[in-house]
């Protein structure tokens, strides 16, 4: 059973435009959410994660994300596309009972001049 | 402090060769992760240790691939013989404690497989 769903592999937005990469999770407990980014040729490096503290998570690089249970959701946003933010994007979840880090299928973020 | 660290980081063999990587993850964390990312998809988990036992293999294919962590500090991945869907990127995590704790997994910058 799929745990996470990113939708939307491919996301394109100007620089300086809203970025919105979403995420849902399946789980009837609140697990734990993350976003990792992967550059080209990387390794993955975490952006935020929600451990059942503050709804609205922020991370580094100016993106945030806020879990909202009632829609089982976790979307990143930021406020304003840089060129440098143009990589992969990986929502993943922990479901307590499995003690498994379960990834999305990534979103791929491009940003256009 | 110095992250996880992989080797080699790109690796081409051909179809029914052996390899293997190396990982040496954070000083001090008790988990170590090995991820296998194909091309355009996520990463899937491959086998979770937690010191130096195994606390899940459930999708490591063993009748190729098998892994060690002798010592509970590096852990070692081998593929033998490989398939040619075997290219992909693996990736060793670690983390303090059990993922279920909520703590953060940090990941190496991977080993790039390439089976031709």
């Known amino acids: 059973a799929q745990s996470v769903t990113q939708l939307g592999s491919h996301v394109s937005v100007s620089e300086g435009a809203l970025v919105l990469l979403r995420c849902n999770y399946s789980?009837?407990?609140?697990?734990?959410l993350f976003w990792y980014v992967q550059y080209p040729n990387q390794g993955l490096q975490l952006l935020l994660k929600?451990?059942?503290?503050?709804?609205l998570v922020k991370g580094i690089n100016g993106f945030e994300a806020e879990f909202k249970k009632s829609e089982t959701s976790f979307h990143l946003t930021k406020p304003s596309a840089h060129m440098s933010d143009a990589a992969e994007y990986f929502c993943a979840v922990i479901l307590k009972v499995t003690d498994k880090l379960i990834f999305g299928t990534g979103t791929r973020l491009q940003v256009f001049p | 402090e110095a992250g996880v660290a992989q080797s080699p980081r790109y690796k081409i063999i051909e179809k029914r060769q052996s390899v293997a990587f190396w990982c040496n993850p954070i000083?001090?964390?008790?988990?170590l992760y090995w991820y296998q990312q194909i091309l355009g998809q996520g990463p899937k988990l491959l086998i979770q240790?937690?010191?130096?036992?195994?606390?899940?293999d459930s999708q490591l294919p063993k009748d190729r691939f098998s892994a060690e962590r002798l010592k509970g500090v590096d852990s070692t991945l081998k593929i033998q013989p490989a398939k040619l869907e075997d290219s992909a990127v693996y990736l060793c995590?670690?983390?303090?404690?059990?993922?279920?704790?909520?703590?953060?997994?940090?990941f190496g910058e991977g080993s790039w497989l390439t089976v031709v």
């Open positions: 240790f937690q010191n130096n036992g195994v606390v899940d």
């Open positions: 789980s009837s407990v609140p697990p734990y």
């Open positions: 929600y451990t059942s503290a503050a709804t």
């Open positions: 000083s001090g964390h008790a988990t």
């Open positions: 995590a670690s983390s303090p404690h059990q993922a279920s704790s909520g703590n953060t997994i940090y």
